[in-house]
C-alpha cells in the first residue's frame, strides 16, 4: 500500500472491502500473477471478484509506480520489485504470502498469521525448462550445475539480499510443486468463469 494510506493492516484493508468501500488495485496486467493474486485473496475473504476495482498496467514496475503514487490502493508485487520503495518510506507491506517473514519487513505478518494460509499459493517463482527428451548428459549437467548452486553460500546470500527465497528443488519436487501451483490457480479462474478473450 502506498505509506499515506489510511489503512494500515491487512485487516483495515478486509475490512473497508467488507464494508463495501471503493477500492482499487494495480496489477502487471489482466491474467498476471497479480491480477489473479487479488481475485484469489478476495475469493479466500469470501468477496466476489468485483468486489476492488482492477487497474491493469503494463508491467509490474508501471503498477508499482501507481501504488506509489496513490493511484491505486493496493496491489501484489514480488519483495524485490517493492523493497526499495518501502524502506525510502513510500509504501507499506501488510502481509507476505511466503511460509515465514523476510528479515527486511520482520514486521509484515504472513498470510498463515492472518488466518489465510491459502494464500501462501500466492508466490512468485522460476524454473528451468527444456524440450521433451533431451539427453541425458544435457539433463544431469544442469541437476550437477543447480545441486552445486544450492550449496553456494554467496548464490544463498545474493538471493536473499533481493528479498527472493533461495529454493533449488529436484526435478520431481518442481514437477509436483508446479501441479499445485497449475490446480490452485486453475480452480479459481475456472470457478469464478475467468477468461482472457
Known amino acids: 500500500m502506498n505509506a499515506d494510506s489510511k489503512y494500515k493492516t491487512f485487516d483495515d484493508l478486509v475490512k473497508a472491502v467488507k464494508d463495501g468501500e471503493k477500492l482499487s488495485y494495480a496489477s502487471a496486467g489482466v491474467g498476471s500473477l497479480l491480477h489473479i493474486a487479488v481475485v484469489m485473496m478476495l475469493d479466500e475473504l469470501g468477496l466476489p471478484a468485483g468486489a476492488m476495482q482492477h487497474i491493469p498496467f503494463k508491467g509490474g514496475g508501471k503498477a508499482a509506480a501507481a501504488l506509489t503514487g496513490g493511484h491505486v490502493?493496493?496491489?501484489?508485487?514480488?519483495?524485490?520489485?517493492?523493497?526499495?520503495?518501502?524502506?525510502?518510506?513510500?509504501?507499506?507491506?501488510?502481509?507476505?504470502?511466503?511460509?515465514?517473514?523476510?528479515?527486511?519487513?520482520?514486521?509484515?505478518?504472513?498470510?498463515?498469521?492472518?488466518?489465510?494460509?491459502?494464500?501462501?499459493?500466492?508466490?512468485?517463482?522460476?524454473?528451468?525448462?527444456?524440450?521433451?527428451?533431451?539427453?541425458?548428459?544435457?539433463?544431469?549437467?544442469?541437476?550437477?550445475?543447480?545441486?552445486?548452486?544450492?550449496?553456494?553460500?554467496?548464490?544463498?546470500?545474493?538471493?536473499?539480499?533481493?528479498?527472493?527465497i533461495p529454493d533449488i528443488r529436484s526435478s520431481a519436487d518442481t514437477k509436483s510443486f508446479v501441479e499445485q501451483q497449475y490446480t490452485g490457480f486453475k480452480d479459481v479462474v475456472d470457478r469464478l468463469g475467468l477468461a482472457i478473450k
Do not use: C
Open 73 to 164: 490502493d493496493v496491489m501484489f508485487q514480488n519483495l524485490s520489485g517493492v523493497i526499495g520503495g518501502i524502506k525510502s518510506g513510500q509504501l507499506r507491506a501488510i502481509a507476505v504470502t511466503s511460509e515465514e517473514r523476510f528479515s527486511d519487513v520482520a514486521d509484515v505478518p504472513t498470510v498463515a498469521e492472518l488466518g489465510h494460509k491459502n494464500l501462501e499459493v500466492i508466490v512468485g517463482w522460476s524454473a528451468l525448462y527444456g524440450p521433451k527428451n533431451m539427453p541425458a548428459e544435457v539433463t544431469d549437467k544442469w541437476r550437477d550445475v543447480l545441486s552445486k548452486t544450492k550449496q553456494d553460500n554467496t548464490w544463498i546470500e545474493q538471493t536473499k539480499r533481493l528479498n527472493s
